[in-house]
């Protein structure tokens, strides 16, 4: 037996494997066959799953609903269409946001003195890997009615005698906007520097030679070579944005209800994990249809792992 | 050309973008060492003679002076027994979902099985999929799981399954391995295979190749990869938010429970010491990585 596998290589592969194999299927896709089979259920009064098949969650999803005016007993509920479309425009504009924000620096690290480099992508690291919550609130101190900035501007107004009313900012879909752009920023810087600091120096040499102008060279060398490290920045922000619930929460409070709030809220609160399976599934479905669309366009990169 | 070339433009955005990254970093650690007990309002530092606190109707200075509130952190059971949890489920995850991980990679990177694509698909997908659906289905499994088992096995009090440090300690172990596996490959695949090659060739065996030749050329590739999942596992939020439950709540749910409530400079205090603690890991983590280079 033991000198039989010595000698088979296929063998002693599949058993390295195996642990893996059973983590992923008993946690993940085990797990996700489950959420379908639970979305097609109705909840029972303690929160439990009665199994049956219909559809019913998926179509309240879409707008089907019973809590009608008087008189009517069925009529379309835009309410879940609203936060699913919601959530999407906020990945969206995080993205684009993000990488506005992380091309100039991951650019500026890349070309810098290769001694320095270590020491900037520290300065990255640093906000990425502190912890998430914890930057959450940072952001409620900085936008509350008596934060950081009404302070200053208060402050501020007081020195050049101005009446001033502070600004309400916390709890305004203006400061999730600002928490995921800033939650996910890091993820973003990565890649690109990633893909840009394999740029070598004399392709830039040669595009000058040949009398291309800096913007030039940066449209036709830069921007094409650092496409990888954008396409795995975007998937990296655009992902997780999607279903995290934290920063609405915290940041958007009753205002802003995203697509991981709505689910949260099945599990915890309204005690329907059918509707809320629903809802998760028709989430990861529209990120995977996303991303798919936007790696078969740009290509997929390595650089996903940072 | 100078190739290290800098346009003032790319300059400004940096800064104003480095700026952005750390002004909220500031903003925790300075008001750590607010003397107001209402955190957003900044009202001095703590100086050597203050704050100056009620007890019993008396005023009394703090016996530790700036770091007040460091003080009444180390006294907060909660805190320190959701940072035990922390570190318990970090370490345990960490350590098996290292050696999972690295097998895999091995698996994947060296060897031809029959599940070889199906295994790799399947290492992608905790990473393109949200975390949110990871942590729900996880949570219906032992949900459905537990109540099944209870029923079946007649379990009742405290004999009954139920949420604890085993399920996160599970939950956290399943979305790292694929992290571990991912970086400990691309360590291998930058690996001259003639190495290995010439041991077998010289009559070592799997094993020996293994012990005396490859591992030894990975150690900086696992370490990142365990270095990595720790991180990943000390940060999460929403995977434990699913899968934790009574008694084994960890720091960043105790942080987020606590926001809902109320805010303390304490929290600040937490983050300051949290915001060292990473400094001191990304150190490491920077360190290790700049002897594989």
Same mark, same amino acid.
């Given at each position: 037996?033991?000198?039989?596998?010595?000698?088979?290589?296929?063998?002693?592969?599949?058993?390295?494997?195996?642990?893996?194999?059973?983590?992923?299927?008993?946690?993940?896709?085990?797990?996700?066959?489950?959420?379908?089979?639970?979305?097609?259920?109705?909840?029972?009064?303690?929160?439990?799953?009665?199994?049956?098949?219909?559809?019913?969650?998926?179509?309240?999803?879409?707008?089907?609903?019973?809590?009608?005016?008087?008189?009517?007993?069925?009529?379309?509920?835009?309410?879940?269409?609203?936060?699913?479309?919601?959530?999407?425009?906020?990945?969206?504009?995080?993205?684009?946001?993000?990488?506005?924000?992380?091309? @100039? !620096?991951?650019?500026?690290? +890349?070309?810098?003195?290769?001694?320095?480099?270590? &020491? /900037? %992508?520290?300065?990255? =690291?640093?906000?990425?890997?502190?912890?998430?919550?914890?930057?959450?609130?940072?952001?409620?101190?900085?936008?509350?009615?008596?934060?950081?900035?009404?302070?200053?501007?208060?402050?501020?107004?007081?020195?050049?005698?101005?009446?001033?009313?502070?600004?309400?900012?916390?709890?305004?879909?203006?400061?999730?906007?600002?928490?995921?752009?800033?939650?996910?920023?890091?993820?973003?810087?990565?890649?690109?520097?990633?893909?840009?600091?394999?740029?070598?120096? @004399? !392709?830039?040499?040669?595009? +000058?030679?040949?009398?291309?102008?800096?913007?030039? &060279? /940066? %449209?036709?060398?830069? =921007?094409?070579?650092?496409?990888?490290?954008?396409?795995?920045?975007?998937?990296?922000?655009?992902?997780?944005?999607?279903?995290?619930?934290?920063?609405?929460?915290?940041?958007?409070?009753?205002?802003?209800?995203?697509?991981?709030?709505?689910?949260?809220?099945?599990?915890?609160?309204?005690?329907?994990?059918?509707?809320?399976?629903?809802?998760?599934?028709?989430?990861?479905?529209?990120?995977?249809?996303?991303?798919?669309?936007?790696?078969?366009?740009?290509?997929?990169?390595?650089?996903?792992?940072? | 050309?100078?190739?290290?070339?800098?346009?003032?433009?790319?300059?400004?955005?940096?800064?104003?973008?480095?700026?952005?990254?750390?002004?909220?970093?500031?903003?925790?650690?300075?008001?750590?060492?607010?003397?107001?007990?209402?955190?957003?309002?900044?009202?001095?530092?703590?100086?050597?003679?203050?704050?100056?606190?009620?007890?019993?109707?008396?005023?009394?200075?703090?016996?530790?002076?700036?770091?007040?509130?460091?003080?009444?952190?180390?006294?907060?059971?909660?805190?320190?027994?959701?940072?035990?949890?922390?570190?318990?489920?970090?370490?345990?995850?960490?350590?098996?979902?290292?050696?999972?991980?690295?097998?895999?990679?091995?698996?994947?990177?060296?060897?031809?099985?029959?599940?070889?694509?199906?295994?790799?698909?399947?290492?992608?997908?905790?990473?393109?999929?949200?975390?949110?659906?990871?942590?729900?289905?996880?949570?219906?499994?032992?949900?459905?799981?537990?109540?099944?088992?209870?029923?079946?096995?007649?379990?009742?009090?405290?004999?009954?399954?139920?949420?604890?440090?085993?399920?996160?300690?599970?939950?956290?172990?399943?979305?790292?391995?694929?992290?571990?596996?991912?970086?400990?490959?691309?360590?291998?695949?930058?690996?001259?295979?003639?190495?290995?090659?010439?041991?077998?060739?010289?009559?070592?065996?799997?094993?020996?190749?293994?012990?005396?030749?490859?591992?030894?050329?990975?150690?900086?590739?696992?370490?990142?990869?365990?270095?990595?999942?720790?991180?990943?596992?000390?940060?999460?939020?929403?995977?434990?938010?699913?899968?934790?439950?009574?008694?084994?709540?960890?720091?960043?749910?105790?942080?987020?429970?606590?926001?809902?409530?109320?805010?303390?400079?304490?929290?600040?205090?937490?983050?300051?010491?949290?915001?060292?603690?990473?400094?001191?890991?990304?150190?490491?983590?920077?360190?290790?990585?700049?002897?594989?280079?």
């Amino acid at each position: 037996m033991l000198r039989r596998l010595r000698e088979n290589k296929s063998a002693q592969g599949t058993l390295l494997i195996v642990p893996t194999l059973i983590f992923m299927i008993g946690m993940l896709i085990i797990p996700l066959m489950l959420t379908l089979v639970v979305s097609f259920g109705h909840p029972d009064a303690n929160g439990g799953v009665i199994y049956t098949f219909s559809l019913d969650n998926y179509i309240r999803l879409l707008g089907y609903s019973t809590d009608c005016p008087i008189g009517v007993s069925t009529c379309f509920n835009s309410v879940y269409l609203e936060i699913l479309w919601r959530s999407l425009v906020l990945g969206f504009n995080t993205t684009v946001l993000d990488i506005l924000l992380a091309y @100039p !620096l991951a650019y500026f690290i +890349a070309r810098i003195h290769p001694k320095w480099r270590n &020491t /900037f %992508l520290f300065l990255v =690291l640093v906000p990425m890997w502190t912890n998430f919550v914890i930057r959450v609130y940072a952001w409620m101190m900085i936008l509350r009615q008596q934060g950081v900035i009404n302070s200053l501007l208060g402050w501020f107004a007081g020195l050049v005698h101005v009446p001033f009313t502070p600004l309400s900012m916390l709890y305004t879909p203006g400061a999730v906007l600002v928490g995921m752009v800033y939650e996910f920023l890091p993820f973003m810087i990565l890649p690109i520097y990633t893909s840009l600091e394999k740029i070598d120096n @004399p !392709l830039y040499e040669a595009a +000058a030679d040949l009398g291309a102008s800096p913007f030039r &060279t /940066f %449209l036709r060398v830069t =921007l094409p070579l650092s496409m990888p490290g954008m396409v795995a920045g975007t998937i990296l922000v655009f992902v997780p944005v999607m279903g995290t619930f934290i920063v609405s929460d915290l940041l958007g409070g009753a205002q802003v209800i995203l697509v991981g709030n709505l689910i949260q809220r099945q599990f915890l609160d309204a005690r329907d994990p059918t509707f809320g399976s629903a809802a998760s599934l028709v989430m990861m479905a529209m990120t995977i249809i996303a991303t798919y669309f936007y790696t078969r366009k740009f290509g997929f990169s390595e650089e996903l792992v940072v | 050309m100078n190739p290290h070339r800098r346009s003032p433009w790319i300059i400004a955005a940096t800064l104003l973008t480095f700026f952005f990254l750390y002004a909220p970093i500031v903003v925790l650690i300075f008001f750590s060492f607010n003397a107001s007990r209402i955190s957003p309002l900044f009202t001095g530092f703590i100086t050597r003679f203050g704050p100056f606190q009620l007890v019993n109707g008396n005023v009394v200075q703090s016996p530790c002076g700036p770091f007040h509130w460091f003080c009444d952190l180390s006294k907060n059971t909660e805190v320190l027994s959701a940072g035990r949890n922390t570190l318990i489920v970090a370490f345990t995850a960490t350590i098996v979902s290292t050696i999972i991980g690295t097998m895999a990679a091995l698996a994947l990177q060296r060897y031809n099985f029959r599940l070889r694509t199906f295994s790799q698909i399947s290492l992608y997908i905790p990473i393109v999929i949200p975390e949110i659906v990871m942590g729900i289905g996880i949570l219906v499994l032992f949900s459905q799981l537990f109540t099944v088992l209870n029923s079946a096995l007649h379990l009742t009090g405290d004999a009954q399954l139920t949420f604890g440090l085993g399920t996160v300690i599970l939950a956290h172990i399943s979305f790292m391995i694929p992290f571990v596996a991912l970086v400990v490959q691309a360590r291998l695949q930058g690996l001259d295979k003639s190495f290995e090659e010439a041991a077998m060739d010289l009559g070592a065996n799997e094993w020996t190749t293994f012990r005396r030749v490859t591992f030894p050329m990975i150690v900086p590739g696992v370490l990142s990869g365990a270095l990595l999942a720790f991180t990943l596992s000390i940060d999460d939020f929403i995977i434990t938010f699913f899968t934790n439950g009574p008694g084994s709540t960890t720091l960043p749910i105790y942080v987020y429970g606590l926001l809902r409530r109320v805010i303390t400079p304490q929290l600040n205090a937490l983050s300051t010491v949290w915001i060292l603690i990473v400094l001191i890991v990304v150190f490491f983590i920077q360190r290790v990585e700049s002897h594989q280079a």
